[in-house]
């Protein structure tokens, strides 16, 4: 089966209270509970062809939010009053805010693991290695807190959890003087300085995996994937505990973010020994080649395929699209995708998550409303058999307009506010889970991503080959819309699967506002040798709608 994630955001997904107060407190804009993600959820998820779900921020976080010997951080701490799900205050817990109740928080969750198992569901959680909150503190384990062996005289030592500030306080951050943090820390993001700006992870404090990130990117003295506990950093030794914990519980894989942030050396060890708990244990990376804070002068993308990852964020695909559908440029540049390295097929493509914009927003994607979803899904997930994320409430054009708080009008659904997903909570409908708050347009969106989703399990889409038809169609004036050039706003491309002796031609309309009439392909004279069977030099697509798809199955 093709790896298809569904991201779905626990405080987002089941959240049917519509009041949407600008930073409102939970009291006031609810959020959604891990009983609320019922078996019928799940379902509804599986039937869409996906086989894993990323329940996104269930570790427990800092927050604006008390209960019963879990006291609200201090404001200068948070951002928004929900507080970022990635500035972790206990590792080996979950929030408390998704519990019906809060002393119950961690059966609650093993509930939702079962439930996703029995639905067919591999679970994936949130893994944050590079940094924590800067109140984190383990109620489950402190035995295993940070920083209380640490010697907070030296900016880095090798078993120090934490690098520390030279000089003296007070902290200043960007609400004000934070009396309790002692000697100062390195925020999350690398900037040591006892006055972090507001674009710095000021909340969170970054860990240290045994090098000093200041003296360059050379971390191959680090242990090796075979060494022993007692033979790497306490960071490692620590991660490693964590990992085990909840794969105990019965959780399959990790998202780990800003994977490139941490020594390649220490994510070849960890994932060896969760491997060693569990073989199929599946590990995604949130990575970026372009950040200058890699800890790798190779390509980091590559690096964490060849150190232990399944796969790893491909924001270049992304961007490629985004910048074609916003800038103009031709549909045939998406060849780029193509050609690219081997190292394509292990990459997770998506056309939305939580860190970027609705494909919906009213001023990101052209502006035009969901429709635009389906060809970028379309292309993005149909060229080739990476696997590919699906972010909860893109299926129903969740829109993300509107200042919700600390995230204000970003075309963005605020991971740091309590509200809700207005599309999302129609299909949620109660609790019931069957559209019956959604319109006509958003049903039908829908329906079409559960069918797009489930022809990806389809044997051409999971191991076929591609073949782009674009280069080949550049002179024919039926793969163009009127006043264009063949090939601006269309794109055709081939997946066989030889073992099953199936075949697909998809065409895709990339154009915002027209439709394209008498669509016809032709195919090169190196189509049937790479089909393995004769076809015909053409094929009639007929129309296809501005930002719609056509998918035809070819007789072999």
Known sequence: MRTTIYQLFVRHFSNTNPARVVDGTIEQNGCGKFVEITTKALSEIKKMGFSHVWLTGVLEQSSATSYLNIPADDPLLLKGKAGSPYAIRDYFDVSPDYAIEPDNRLEEFAELLDRCHEADLKVIIDFVPNHVSRSYHSDIQPDLNFGESDDPSRFFAWNNNFYYLEGDGPMYLPGGIYDAEGRGRVTGNNAATWNPSLSDWYETVKLNYG??????????????????????????????????YWQEMGVDGFRCDM?????????????????????????MAEAYDGDP???????????????????????DSYELVKSMVEHGRNATDLDELLWATERRDRMLRYAE??????LASSHHWGGEGARIGKAVTAYLSGVGPSPFMVYNGQEVGEVGDGDEGFAKDDGRSSIFDYGQLPRLAAWVHEGVYDGGGLDEAQLALREWYVEWMNLMQEPAFVRGGVYGLNSANLENPRFALAGEEPGKSLYAFLRHDPQSAQAFLVVINFNLHIDAEDVEILFPDGVSEWLGAEVAKRVLVGDIEHCGVVVVQLAL
């Open 259 to 283: 994977a490139h942030m941490v020594p390649v050396e220490f994510w070849a060890w960890v994932t060896r020994r969760a491997r060693l708990r569990d073989q199929q244990c599946y590990f």
């Open 293 to 315: 804070a890699k800890l790798t002068n190779k390509n980091v993308l590559e690096a964490l395929l060849e150190n232990g990852f399944d796969t790893v964020y491909d924001g």
């Open 211 to 244: 090098h000093d990130y200041t003296k360059g990117r050379d971390t191959q003295s680090l242990p090796e994937a075979e060494a022993r506990l007692d033979e790497v950093p306490d960071t490692w030794v620590k991660m490693d505990a964590i990992l085990a």
């Open 353 to 358: 998550n939580h860190d970027e914009v609705r």
